[in-house]
């Protein structure tokens, strides 16, 4: 986990440093609530988000 500037849009998402620590958390996710994640390198602060659409390039803010 990383500390995010407040003020991105991303702020109140998890963020991590690589995409195996975020793969990672996306398994624990998948058996923890059926909901599979994708990491994605976020534009904004350049650290490695989850999102729950395949097909994205972190503009899944809206
Ligand atoms: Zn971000």
Redo the contacts with the bound molecule.
């Keep these: 986990m990383q500390y995010?500037d407040p003020s991105?849009p991303?702020a109140d998402?998890l963020?991590f440093d690589s995409r195996k620590e975020a793969a990672a958390t996306a398994v624990v996710a998948f058996h923890r609530y059926g909901t599979k994640m994708y990491p994605y390198v976020?534009r904004?602060?350049g650290?490695w988000?989850l999102s729950s659409r395949s097909n994205n390039n972190g503009d899944d803010y809206a």
């Design positions: 995010i991105l991303c998402k963020a976020c904004y602060c650290l988000h």
